[in-house]
C-alpha cells in the first residue's frame, strides 16, 4: 500500500473473538504484554488469561467478548506502530463496527485505553442484563433488498439492526417476533436466515434497558477531540468534536449500525485502502462486496505484524 493513497483503519465487533487470540503478539513483543496487564487491572478481571485459554463459551459471552476485542484489537494496532513506524499508512478516518466503535476511540486518543477496556466491559454486562430484562435475539438476512426486509420489520415489530453490505443484513427484536420475520424474509425471496448466537435483541429498542446504566459510565468520562475523524455507525458521518461521541455511544445501542453507509462516505471521500486492525477478516469481507476496487489489509496477528516489516520498505 502506497502513502499517498487515503486510508482508513476499522475495528470489528463482537463475533471476531476466538480463543487465543493475541497470544502471539504478547509473546513476541514486552510492550504488549504490559498493554494486557493494564486491560486486567482496568476491570479486576483476567481479561488476558480469557483470551489466551478460554474456554470458547465464556469468551463468547458479551461481558467477555467485548473488552477481550478492544483489547487484542489495540493490542494488533500498537504492535503494527512499534515494528512498521511511519511506514504504516496514516488513517484520513476510523471506524468501528458496533463495539469496533470503542476501540476506534482509543486508536483516536479520545480516549484512553484502560476506560475503552472499562467501558466495553461495562456495555457488555448492561446488555447482557437487558437482554434478561427483555429477552430477544438477532438473525443475518442474505440476499432481501432492504426496502422488501423493512416492510417484513413494521409486520413483525423488529428492526434492522445492521446494514453490513448488499444482501447482508441483520434483524433485531423479541425472539418470537425475529422467527415469524425470518419466515416472513424466505417467503419474499432472502437466499438464508440464519439465526445468530447473542444473549439479547441488540441495536433495537429492545436494548433500552441498558441505556441508564451506560449513561452514568460515560458521564465520568472526559472525551478529548480525536487525531482522526471517526465515522458514527448511527449516521454515517464523521464525529469531529468530543461532545459527539457520547450521545453515539449511548444511541447505537438502539440503533442500526450503518456500516454499508459508513465505507460508502469513506469511498466517497477518496479513501482506496482499508486496514482491519484487530482479530477475523469479517470487515474485510463486508468492505469488498461494498467495494470491488478497495483494498484491504488485515493485522489481526503477530505474523501479519511481522509481515509490515518486510512490506513496508
Not at 475495528?11 to 480463543?19: C, D, E, L, M, W
Amino acid at each position: 500500500m502506497s502513502d499517498v493513497k487515503k486510508v482508513a483503519y476499522v475495528f470489528p465487533g463482537q463475533g471476531a473473538q476466538s480463543v487465543g487470540m493475541g497470544k502471539d503478539l504478547y509473546d513476541s513483543y514486552d510492550s504488549i504484554k504490559s498493554l494486557f496487564k493494564q486491560a486486567d487491572d482496568a476491570i479486576n478481571f483476567p481479561i488476558t488469561k480469557m483470551c489466551f485459554e478460554g474456554p470458547d463459551e465464556e469468551l463468547r459471552k458479551t461481558v467477555n467478548a467485548q473488552p477481550a476485542l478492544v483489547l487484542v484489537s489495540i493490542a494488533c494496532l500498537r504492535a503494527a506502530q512499534e515494528v512498521a513506524g511511519k511506514s504504516l499508512p496514516a488513517p484520513v478516518f476510523m471506524a468501528g463496527h458496533s463495539l469496533g466503535e470503542y476501540t476506534a476511540l482509543a486508536a483516536a486518543n479520545v480516549i484512553d485505553f484502560s476506560t475503552a477496556v472499562y467501558l466495553s466491559r461495562e456495555r457488555g454486562r448492561l446488555m447482557y442484563e437487558a437482554g434478561m430484562k427483555q429477552s430477544g435475539t438477532m438473525a443475518a438476512v442474505l440476499g432481501l433488498d432492504e426496502a422488501v426486509l423493512a416492510e417484513v420489520c413494521k409486520q413483525t415489530d423488529t428492526v434492522i439492526a445492521n446494514i453490513n453490505c448488499p444482501g447482508q443484513l441483520v434483524i433485531s427484536g423479541a425472539s418470537d417476533n425475529v422467527a415469524k420475520a425470518s419466515e416472513i424474509a424466505k417467503v419474499k425471496g432472502a437466499a438464508r436466515v440464519t439465526p445468530l448466537q447473542v444473549s439479547g435483541a441488540f441495536h433495537s429498542p429492545l436494548m433500552q434497558p441498558a441505556i441508564p446504566g451506560m449513561t452514568e459510565a460515560l458521564s465520568k468520562v472526559d472525551f478529548r477531540e480525536p487525531v482522526v475523524p471517526i465515522i458514527a455507525n448511527v449516521t454515517a458521518q464523521p464525529l469531529n468534536g468530543a461532545d459527539q461521541f457520547r450521545d453515539e455511544l449511548l444511541n447505537q445501542l438502539t440503533s442500526s449500525v450503518q456500516w454499508q453507509k459508513s465505507v460508502e462516505y469513506m469511498l466517497g471521500q477518496g479513501v482506496k485502502s482499508f486496514i482491519e486492525i484487530g482479530p477475523g477478516k469479517v470487515l474485510a469481507g463486508l468492505i469488498k462486496r461494498i467495494s470491488r476496487d478497495a483494498e484491504m489489509l488485515n493485522i489481526g496477528d503477530a505474523a501479519a505484524v511481522k509481515n509490515l516489516s518486510s512490506t513496508s520498505a
